[in-house]
């Protein structure tokens, strides 16, 4: 089992440009949650998702940031028009059912320049 | 409130000592309190957690304690080691809502 997965570990954009996180869950988990971190703000919650649906997407910005989950096997995290304070490490975890002990991936750190 | 306050921000300990981190929650609906562990570069990782059923919850050097009455929970370790040394984060969570709340986090250092 190779955990959550998440990819690019790293990502550097210049203000204005758009960014997309993948997350791979873990195999057969059924929930899927997206976090950010940041020194300032530490582990905020953005959106969880429950087979696949939206559940829970109260901690997003609305404006620019969204987040899907097309099959189960891979959830995207977009952010559109990047800001300097969007950087952070954008943290992808999963649970095999909803209230299950939760597992984080290694976190993308996005850099915005 | 969903907020979950932690204490301290940071620590040092001396190897071989106890460390003790507190945290402390408002939202009575909140039953269920993982501790997570993390390193530099990495995601956190689960280290142990304890439902509002039960008051002390032990793995290894390891040990939480919560108390009800007071909203309050706490993680022991015993014979703190240098690899000890990271961030740890208590988080809450309440069946209804499934989405954790996180402490701000007390980094860790322990010392030869």
């Known amino acids: 089992n190779a955990g959550v997965i998440q990819t690019p570990r790293h990502k550097v954009t210049g203000k204005g440009q758009e960014a997309t996180l993948w997350c791979e869950p873990i195999?057969?988990?059924?929930?899927v949650f997206w976090y950010r971190q940041t020194i300032v703000q530490g582990l905020e919650f953005l959106t969880y998702?429950?087979?696949?649906?939206?559940?829970?997407d109260s901690g997003m910005p609305k404006e620019r940031f969204s987040a899907q989950m097309p099959n189960q096997s891979h959830s995207t995290l977009k952010i559109q028009s990047t800001q300097p304070q969007d950087s952070a490490v954008y943290l992808c975890?999963?649970?095999?059912?909803?209230?299950?002990?939760?597992?984080f991936g290694k976190g993308t750190r996005l850099t915005v320049v | 409130q969903q907020q979950v306050r932690q204490s301290p921000q940071s620590l040092t300990v001396w190897e071989g000592g106890t460390t003790v981190l507190t945290c402390s929650y408002e939202d009575s609906t909140f039953n269920y309190f993982p501790w997570y562990q993390q390193f530099p570069g990495e995601g956190p990782a689960l280290l142990i957690s304890?439902?509002?059923?039960?008051d002390k919850k032990e793995d290894g050097r390891f040990t939480t304690f919560f108390n009800k009455r007071e909203k309050k929970l706490s993680l022991h370790i015993i014979d703190s080691q240098p690899g000890d040394s990271a961030t740890y984060f208590c988080a809450a969570r309440a069946s209804s809502f499934s989405k954790l709340v996180f402490g701000q986090g007390t980094s860790l250092s322990v010392v030869p």
């Open positions: 195999s057969g988990h059924s929930a």
């Open positions: 975890a999963s649970s095999l059912f909803l209230n299950t002990e939760v597992f």
């Open positions: 998702f429950r087979n696949q649906a939206p559940i829970d």
């Open positions: 304890i439902l509002s059923v039960s």
